[in-house]
């Protein structure tokens, strides 16, 4: 399967703890998104990458989110210190191509804070 | 928050009918998507839509890119069970950067 891949699939933590998410992309795609997604409602964008640089980050991503593409590949989410609020889905994509705006998928990592 | 209106929240439908759902924006994007995505998993690229006044078909499913590049609709024919699921527009200010989807269409197909 070349598809975006996100890893874990599930994640139970209690609150307080610190989880990290990761991301590996479609083969040759440079540019790599985070989105969130809670129950009803659509993605939210986080931030994203074109290859190793971070261009653009949301409001949304508060100083306990960090995120990293370190080699242009693949892609880590951490979230330090968890609230019951960052109980969501989140979503990785990536895109290949600078004139068409497709985005592909994974998953999702389903995170629950209790 | 969202910027897009994504209308109908939800539609009840006989297996053999034709849907169609749309989408508004307050801001002009120059890519409209529409994903469709099933529980628990992520979306998956229906269309896209790259030109104003750009109609698109993907078997049955059919989208177009409004004239004023505020809006955009998607239209399923013929509809079956595995259609049902939570569809979402998404439109692109510039080529790859980010995604302002809509708030969802839920779809129920009754065999």
């Known amino acids: 399967d070349t598809g975006v891949s996100q890893d874990p699939r599930h994640k139970i933590t209690k609150r307080g703890q610190n989880v990290t998410f990761r991301c590996d992309p479609i083969s040759e795609h440079n540019r790599l998104y985070w989105y969130r997604q809670t129950l009803g409602q659509g993605p939210e964008f986080l931030t994203y990458?074109?290859?190793?640089?971070?261009?653009?980050k949301s409001r949304l991503l508060s100083d306990r989110f960090s995120a990293e593409r370190p080699k242009g590949s693949f892609s880590t989410l951490e979230i330090q210190r968890t609230e019951q609020g960052d109980s969501a889905m989140y979503l990785c994509?990536?895109?290949?191509?600078?004139?068409?705006?497709?985005?592909?998928f994974g998953q999702g990592t389903r995170l629950t804070v209790v | 928050g969202q910027q897009l209106n994504q209308s109908p929240q939800s539609m009840f439908i006989q297996e053999g009918e034709d849907v169609s759902m749309n989408c508004t924006s307050s801001?002009?994007?120059?890519?409209w998507l529409w994903y469709k995505q099933d529980p628990g998993e992520g979306p998956v690229l229906l269309i896209a839509?790259?030109?104003?006044?750009e109609l698109t078909s993907n078997g049955r499913l059919t989208a177009q890119f409004g004239i004023t590049r505020k809006d955009s609709f998607l239209n399923i024919s013929a509809s079956i069970p595995s259609d049902v699921g939570i569809y979402f527009c998404?439109?692109?200010?510039?080529?790859?950067?980010?995604?302002?989807f809509g708030e969802g269409t839920q779809l129920t197909v009754n065999p």
């Open positions: 998404a439109g692109q200010i510039d080529s790859g950067s980010r995604l302002t």
């Open positions: 801001s002009i994007f120059n890519t």
């Open positions: 990458f074109q290859n190793e640089a971070q261009l653009e």
């Open positions: 839509l790259y030109k104003a006044g």
């Open positions: 994509a990536s895109s290949k191509h600078r004139d068409r705006g497709e985005a592909f």
